[in-house]
């Protein structure tokens, strides 16, 4: 049974970040507070929204960086580098050009780079991360000359023998580990400037995914110092054993808690990197295994056994598959007992015996509905006419299982209403009709994956994700009812407020 999920008009009393009144007051809701009273007639309010998959210092990189994504041509790319005043140690970095955009579809060169920056070496990243645009200053610092060979896996462009300031794949390699890193300060405020941006958008909470260890204690020291508005939880990057080289714990806090850790079983659908069962319909091959299930159970114990939950990335169903075999026999040894969170990442492609398993275990499942509707026409062609399931939202919750909304930020978009938008209508961006109806959720149980179920994928459902009393004050006020709109107009709601532990962080102006 699903529990009911209503936005409400009501009077909420707030006492110490706890909701201590709920009083239903048709046409206004009114939140009442140490703060003061604050109205919004007309408005509805819901448990704070939360992304159950994100990565929040990508998203804040991304929004203070050098972003050239978009641009529509060589000179607006120039400019938009000319403008931008930060630099990484001596280095200027950028990320997004992409020059099949552009009114002229040629690679540019580093000449064109040198006439601005002459003496500052530039590393631009091309939009998809398969090509760097650097200037000579640049090539210089690296040693590279028109004599340099090309690395194995990569290629330096080249112009009548004469290195055009391109490099392909693993060539970037050569210049991008010159590039420093950024230094605490900007991390900080990548942190900060992403964590503002969710409480505009309605999230109270994140689930913050491939954590850096050494970005920890400065996410620790923000929550201790209250500078957050959401809160955060943790899933250390552990593929490579970081989080043990690192010596990281598990630990709780009301705004910040290291939670798990994070594994990858294969890689993703565009590239043809997801462990599939039969071959891709458009390629001889069957995708890459990142972790087989042996040494997936064996890390995830050793986490287990420290106190963390594990979450592992899944798009393909070999991948699922793969997964969910490991977690069986963890979950049947009694290694992982019932309290310990075990979830798949992506959940993209799935066999629905597969499915029933995840049902059978309490295995959590944490897909992204917006991926669908963006790589709908490219999923359509690597999949073909397959038995498993792509996007399987609604055969989820026929089995019990309860999707944790997210959006895998800063890949999409980190508003959450797009991705309930695409929970209850599922129709691609380049579309006009659902793909796989079937599939599609109602606007209740949207809401739900993106409150209560989110929750209940990191643990913390019984104090968060409801309006009831003694629970988190942690609230998003919107301008219409979600689930008795039509589902068309879900994305012409605005957020109106969010309030997590009781304050309110954003209130929307005008
Ligand atoms: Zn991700």
């Not at 920890?216 to 054993?241: D, F």
């Not at 590239?271 to 995830?300: F, Q, T, V, W």
């Amino acid at each position: 049974m699903i529990q009911p999920m209503k936005p409400l008009q009501a009077t909420i009393t707030i006492e110490r970040g706890r909701i201590i009144g709920i009083e239903y007051t048709p046409g206004t809701v009114t939140i009442i507070s140490e703060q003061g009273i604050h109205s919004y007639p007309g408005a509805f309010v819901i448990p704070g929204l939360v992304d159950a998959h994100c990565h929040l210092h990508a998203m804040g990189e991304l929004l203070n960086g050098l972003q050239l994504y978009q641009l529509s041509s060589k000179n607006e790319t120039l400019d938009a580098c000319n403008r931008h005043t930060e630099l990484r140690g001596d280095w200027l970095y950028g990320m997004g050009w992409n020059q099949e955009l552009w009114e002229e579809k040629v690679y540019p060169t580093a000449q064109d780079l040198d006439a601005l920056f002459p003496n500052t070496p530039v590393y631009l990243r091309r939009a998809d991360g398969h090509a760097a645009w650097v200037n000579t200053k640049a090539m210089e610092y690296a040693g590279i000359t028109d004599d340099t060979q090309d690395p194995e896996g990569g290629s330096i462009l080249r112009m009548q023998g004469k290195a055009t300031g391109i490099l392909i794949d693993n060539a970037m390699d050569l210049i991008a580990h010159l590039v420093p890193d950024q230094t605490n300060d900007a991390k900080i405020k990548n942190i900060l400037t992403a964590a503002k941006h969710c409480s505009t958008l309605g999230l109270t909470e994140v689930h913050d995914m491939d954590v850096h260890p050494t970005l920890l204690p400065l996410y620790l020291e923000l929550a201790e110092n209250g500078q957050l508005p959401i809160r955060i939880q943790s899933y250390v990057k552990a593929q490579q054993h970081q989080w043990i080289d690192h010596g990281c714990l598990p630990a709780g806090g009301e705004f910040v808690r290291i939670a798990g850790l994070k594994f990858f079983a294969d890689g993703a659908l565009g590239s043809r990197g997801a462990a599939m069962i039969e071959p891709y319909a458009d390629a001889d091959h069957k995708g890459l295994i990142l972790m087989n299930e042996e040494i997936l159970y064996e890390h995830a114990k050793r986490g287990i056994e420290e106190g963390f939950s594990i979450a592992t990335h899944a798009i393909g169903d070999m991948a699922n598959h793969i997964v969910i075999n490991a977690y069986e026999r963890l979950r049947r040894e009694g290694i992982a007992d019932e309290d310990v969170i075990l979830r798949i990442e992506h959940t993209q492609i799935i066999t629905e015996e597969d499915i029933e398993r995840i049902g059978k275990h309490n295995i959590k499942a944490i897909p992204q509905s917006v991926h669908c509707i963006s790589d709908a026409t490219m999923a359509k062609v690597r999949l073909g006419e397959r038995k498993s399931i792509a996007y399987p939202w609604k055969t989820l919750v026929k089995h019990g299982i309860k999707p944790a909304g997210s959006s895998d930020f800063p890949i999409e978009s980190a508003n959450p209403l797009i991705g309930i938008d695409a929970y209850c209508r599922r129709i691609p961006f380049d579309d006009t009709h659902a793909w796989m109806p079937e599939e599609i959720l109602s606007a209740e149980e949207a809401l739900l994956s993106y409150t209560t179920w989110a929750h209940e994928a990191a643990g913390m459902e019984y104090r968060r994700g409801k309006i009831a009393i003694k629970f988190d004050a942690d609230l998003t006020i919107l301008s219409q009812d979600i689930c008795s709109c039509e589902a068309k107009d879900i994305l012409n709601t605005s957020v109106l407020a969010t309030y997590s532990a009781g304050i309110r962080r954003y209130h929307h102006v005008g």
